[in-house]
T-cell receptor, first 114, second 111 residues
Framework: IAGITQAPTSQILAAGRRMTLRCTQD?????MYWYRQDLGLGLRLIHY???????GKGEVPDGYSVSRANTDDFPLTLASAVPSQTSVYFC?????????????FGPGTRLTVL | RKEVEQDPGPFNVPEGATVAFNCTYS??????FFWYRQDCRKEPKLLMS???SGNEDGRFTAQLNRASQYISLLIRDSKLSDSATYLC????????????FGSGTRLLVRP
């Protein structure tokens, strides 16, 4: 593994189903993030984690949950998917939670909820 | 009003042209500023940070005007490989989870 990986690459999901998007980084970064990207809206932060064991809500957290059991993994769960959650989801990480740190992004997961 | 606003473009320019993008932000307390590049259906990648005194990286020059609350990116001698979407990113506070992304400006460089 080099950098950040996400799985699956894409997924079509029926409304009401539960789905977990996986994110793993091997850079030993402390901070991790989940964003969604929708046309014309830019990236919006869903949840973040400053360090293993802690998480926080971003701009659009409703309908999503996260956990950070260890440094490397930061899964995002949709408990009961709705069509408005159709989006491209990017996981990112940074060395620390300082504002000037570069964020490194994974390749994204394209999710379609029908 | 969006916190970070960009002209969506597309800017369609010939190879070798100079092109400039502007971005405005609404929060005067913003601390950090960046330009990210995003290729079609790919993840964003940091192009450059933007410093108060302005900074240059090869053909790319970034400027910050705090008084007018705008950031600019100048690309000289455009290459075909510069075709991408450029995201203006502003940090509301000195925390990485306070990043606000603009919706991007699309650049197309033609032969």
């Amino acid at each position: 593994i080099a950098g950040i990986t996400q799985a699956p690459t894409s997924q079509i999901l029926a409304a009401g189903r539960r789905m977990t998007l996986r994110c793993t980084q091997d850079m030993r970064h402390n901070a991790m993030y989940w964003y969604r990207q929708d046309l014309g809206l830019g990236l919006r932060l869903i949840h973040y984690s400053n360090t293993a064991g802690t998480t926080g809500k971003g701009e659009v957290p409703d309908g999503y949950s996260v956990s950070r059991a260890n440094t490397d993994d930061f899964p995002l769960t949709l408990a009961s998917a709705v069509p408005s959650q159709t989006s491209v989801y990017f996981c990112a990480s940074s060395d620390s939670s300082r504002g000037g740190d570069e964020q490194f992004f994974g390749p994204g997961t394209r999710l379609t909820v029908l | 009003r969006k916190e970070v606003e960009q002209d969506p473009g597309p800017f369609n320019v010939p190879e070798g042209a100079t092109v400039a993008f502007n971005c405005t932000y609404s929060n005067s307390a913003s601390q950090s500023f960046f330009w990210y590049r995003q290729d079609c259906r790919k993840e964003p990648k940091l192009l450059m940070s933007v410093y108060s005194s302005g900074n240059e990286d090869g053909r790319f020059t970034a400027q910050l005007n705090r008084a007018s609350q705008y950031i600019s990116l100048l690309i000289r001698d455009s290459k075909l490989s510069d075709s991408a979407t450029y995201l203006c990113v502003v940090n509301r506070e000195d925390s990485s989870y306070k990043l606000i992304f603009g919706s991007g400006t699309r650049l197309l460089v033609r032969p």
